[in-house]
């Protein structure tokens, strides 16, 4: 075979791969057309405190899913109390305090992202950590790395098991993801069949799974997964997945490696380069950050 077309092939493969990948894993209507799970907020671009418009009942529940309203009316009133809840989301992502949903807000609620709330039971996951002081070099640095309530831990050995049929496409990404976090924390992991017995209970679901978190559908929530020692690590199957960075579609490791930080103990971060940010961009990857190292460091010393 000729240099050209041996590289040809290569090419091919590297491009086709991610997209046989995404067939594998997701339902079949994931190519269509259908609106994104977060696309009504396109539509409320503007909205303001004393405004009632079509719609914005469903910014409250979006508001209401990551904890940052409660109690609230279920009407397309923009009242107080949903003017208080998005001033809390702005200052978590370090955006204008305005109390409407500008543009730029806009932009960063619209990125689809991780279940877990951003605020739990009143207390936010993403307030930056202690500051690092390192006085050999003059250097202060802030981590913004975060933990669950009560700071769960694991033992350092876990088992892991998958419940569906994409095994044969997920053990391999798993076993990477494992790999990276045993990298730079005490823990080692080992597959075992037995689903029941795992300590990492894994599966790909779709809308409303019995776990009382639904799935969105495509462009919404990506995976979920809770803290020790509960375990399961939950994959929207209407997400456009793919293998490593691809235009278009959400790198798959990066996203079980994010969750795998949950199942550790990790919470959110609110720095954007870290791992364990909430939202996931499409067309890139992620790996492990120094924050990221630091979290699970102060967490398993």
């Not at 067939?23 to 907020?41: E, G, I, Q």
């Not at 202690?130 to 309530?149: E, G, P, R």
């Not at 199957?237 to 490696?257: N, P």
Request: overall charge negative; some cysteine; hydrophobic content about 35%.
């Amino acid at each position: 075979m000729s240099v050209i077309k041996l590289s040809s092939l290569i090419v091919f493969i590297l491009v086709l791969l991610p997209i046989l990948f995404a067939r594998t894993l997701t339902s079949d209507n994931l190519h269509s057309k259908k609106p994104k799970a977060f696309d009504f907020l396109k539509n409320l671009q503007g909205c303001r405190k004393g405004e009632t418009i079509t719609g914005v009942h469903e910014l409250k529940h979006y508001l209401e899913k990551f904890g940052y309203l409660s109690d609230h009316v279920d009407n397309d009133h923009f009242d107080e109390f949903l003017e208080s809840a998005l001033k809390k989301y702005q200052t978590n992502y370090h955006l204008n305090t305005t109390g409407t949903l500008d543009a730029e807000t806009v932009e960063k609620m619209e990125k689809p992202r991780c279940g877990i709330p951003d605020i739990v039971n009143g207390t936010s996951m993403m307030q930056p950590g202690k500051k690092k002081h390192h006085n050999s070099t003059k250097l202060h640095t802030v981590a913004h790395y975060t933990f669950f309530s009560g700071n769960p831990k694991w033992t350092h050995h876990l088992t892991y098991a998958f419940d569906s049929t994409n095994r044969a496409v997920l053990a391999p990404i798993f076993v990477k993801v494992f790999a990276k976090w045993s990298a730079v924390s005490p823990f080692s992991f080992a597959e075992i069949t037995d689903y029941n017995a795992a300590d990492i209970k894994i599966g790909v679901h779709s809308r409303d799974h019995g776990d009382g978190y639904p799935f969105d559908g495509p462009g919404g929530v990506l995976a979920h997964a809770y803290p020790p020692s509960d375990g399961r690590l939950h994959i929207d199957a209407d997400e456009k997945w793919s293998i490593g960075a691809l235009a278009g579609y959400i790198d798959l490791q990066s996203v079980v490696l994010h969750e795998v930080g949950h199942i550790l103990g990790l919470g959110h971060s609110a720095d954007e380069g870290a791992l364990m940010y909430p939202s996931m961009g499409r067309g890139i990857s992620k790996d492990i950050s120094q924050d990221d190292i630091q979290g699970i460091h102060a967490l398993y010393p």
